[in-house]
């Protein structure tokens, strides 16, 4: 995953979330201070001058943040509209790695995941819907805004913030858990959780594209028990070519808190032209078929990072997903090309060439 993908990389658009003092804005600057060399551009509602001044600090002003100010996002912009807002930060020349939403605190977080997802823009990909709950809060917000539970069904990813002033944290950890469905839910004071949690971070040291499995578990090993991110992460890799009927079982059927999963798979004689990018975050899934770099070997490369996972037994449910069948089902992509953006592409029949013939 260290080689540097051909045709333009998809920046990813996260949607942060929650009512009003969870600790949105804390968060994000969070992020802008821990992202290292990873630039990360902001769209931003109901920014006050602390907020402004803090994101002054973290470098993220200028060409790299768009501010709507007073109003709410999802009320004030179409998805033709936000789609003006991310084509200016999408922009090569920003060189902008992930995209932020940061909603005002009564947006609707449902329609802000619309918007990104109508986006026609190529350039960027839904990232994931990031609820923040202030937990010592919780049971009031919760009495005055009953949509709270509606909006933790919806997220991705859960941050329940403000554990240390909580007077039972783990009663709200596990009551926000129940109402969270399938999203990884990630503990948190002041806003602090890894930014490897929601995008790749770019090394300190230059590097062409993204980071290889030894970064990732080096990054990991540096930040055990630092920021109480609270998550797990596998790497998964082999040279045998992945049957794409088991691997779809096991994507239907990923589970609660199992939050991204990124990487390639090779699908061996179902597509002997393609090697297949996947990214998911949450319950958003897509494969992006591109051909095989020529110097590259044939290998399927995976990353799944959640909160409470069990990896060994994910990596043994990804080993049984190999095949060693020579031949190709000609039905067997199904499952795969509904998750593909122009399926017609590659949906063809074994006579028509995209598979080889038995």
């Given at each position: 995953m260290s080689q540097q993908s051909p045709g333009p990389q998809q920046i990813p658009v996260v949607v942060l979330a929650g009512f009003l003092g969870s600790g949105k804005t804390t968060l994000l600057n969070h992020l802008l201070h821990r992202s290292g060399g990873t630039r990360i551009g902001a769209v931003v509602n109901d920014f006050g001058a602390i907020e402004i001044d803090a994101m002054a600090v973290a470098g993220a002003l200028g060409d790299s943040t768009v501010s709507l100010g007073n109003g709410c996002l999802c009320c004030a912009v179409d998805a033709s509209e936000l789609d003006i807002y991310l084509e200016r930060l999408a922009r090569p020349a920003t060189g902008i790695d992930v995209i932020v939403i940061e909603a005002s605190g009564l947006a609707e977080p449902q329609e802000l995941v619309r918007m990104v997802l109508a986006s026609e823009h190529p350039g960027i990909v839904y990232g994931g819907l990031v609820e923040v709950v202030d937990a010592a809060e919780f049971d009031d917000t919760r009495a005055k805004h009953p949509e709270i539970d509606r909006h933790l069904a919806l997220a991705d990813l859960v941050v329940v913030?403000?554990?240390?002033?909580?007077?039972?944290?783990?009663r709200v950890l596990g009551l926000v858990r129940d109402l969270a469905d399938r999203a990884a839910v990630v503990p948190a004071t002041y806003g602090r959780i890894d930014p490897e949690f929601l995008f790749?971070?770019?090394?300190?040291?230059?590097?062409?594209?993204?980071l290889s499995f030894d970064d990732l578990?080096?990054?990991?090993?540096?930040?055990?028990?630092?920021?109480?991110?609270?998550?797990?992460?596998?790497?998964?890799a082999c040279e045998v070519s992945l049957d794409p009927?088991?691997?779809?079982?096991?994507?239907?059927?990923?589970?609660?808190?199992?939050y991204r999963i990124k990487g390639y798979v090779d699908f061996g004689p179902y597509d002997v032209h393609n090697r297949y990018a996947v990214h998911a975050v949450g319950r958003f899934l897509r494969f992006?078929?591109?051909?095989?770099?020529?110097?590259?070997?044939?290998?399927?490369?995976?990353?799944?990072?959640?909160s409470g996972i069990d990896a060994s037994a994910l990596g043994k449910e990804l080993e049984a997903c190999k095949s060693d069948?020579?031949?190709?089902?000609?039905?067997?992509?199904?499952?795969?090309l509904r998750y593909v953006q122009d399926p017609e592409e590659y949906a063809q029949t074994p006579e028509e060439g995209a598979f080889p013939e038995p």
């Amino acid at each position: 995953m260290s080689q540097q993908s051909p045709g333009p990389q998809q920046i990813p658009v996260v949607v942060l979330a929650g009512f009003l003092g969870s600790g949105k804005t804390t968060l994000l600057n969070h992020l802008l201070h821990r992202s290292g060399g990873t630039r990360i551009g902001a769209v931003v509602n109901d920014f006050g001058a602390i907020e402004i001044d803090a994101m002054a600090v973290a470098g993220a002003l200028g060409d790299s943040t768009v501010s709507l100010g007073n109003g709410c996002l999802c009320c004030a912009v179409d998805a033709s509209e936000l789609d003006i807002y991310l084509e200016r930060l999408a922009r090569p020349a920003t060189g902008i790695d992930v995209i932020v939403i940061e909603a005002s605190g009564l947006a609707e977080p449902q329609e802000l995941v619309r918007m990104v997802l109508a986006s026609e823009h190529p350039g960027i990909v839904y990232g994931g819907l990031v609820e923040v709950v202030d937990a010592a809060e919780f049971d009031d917000t919760r009495a005055k805004h009953p949509e709270i539970d509606r909006h933790l069904a919806l997220a991705d990813l859960v941050v329940v913030n403000k554990l240390d002033r909580a007077a039972n944290g783990e009663r709200v950890l596990g009551l926000v858990r129940d109402l969270a469905d399938r999203a990884a839910v990630v503990p948190a004071t002041y806003g602090r959780i890894d930014p490897e949690f929601l995008f790749d971070c770019r090394p300190s040291e230059e590097r062409i594209g993204q980071l290889s499995f030894d970064d990732l578990h080096e990054h990991d090993e540096d930040h055990t028990g630092h920021l109480h991110t609270g998550y797990d992460s596998l790497s998964f890799a082999c040279e045998v070519s992945l049957d794409p009927r088991r691997l779809m079982e096991f994507l239907d059927s990923r589970p609660e808190g199992l939050y991204r999963i990124k990487g390639y798979v090779d699908f061996g004689p179902y597509d002997v032209h393609n090697r297949y990018a996947v990214h998911a975050v949450g319950r958003f899934l897509r494969f992006y078929p591109e051909p095989w770099p020529p110097a590259d070997a044939r290998l399927t490369q995976l990353v799944l990072i959640g909160s409470g996972i069990d990896a060994s037994a994910l990596g043994k449910e990804l080993e049984a997903c190999k095949s060693d069948a020579p031949h190709a089902d000609e039905h067997g992509m199904w499952g795969v090309l509904r998750y593909v953006q122009d399926p017609e592409e590659y949906a063809q029949t074994p006579e028509e060439g995209a598979f080889p013939e038995p």
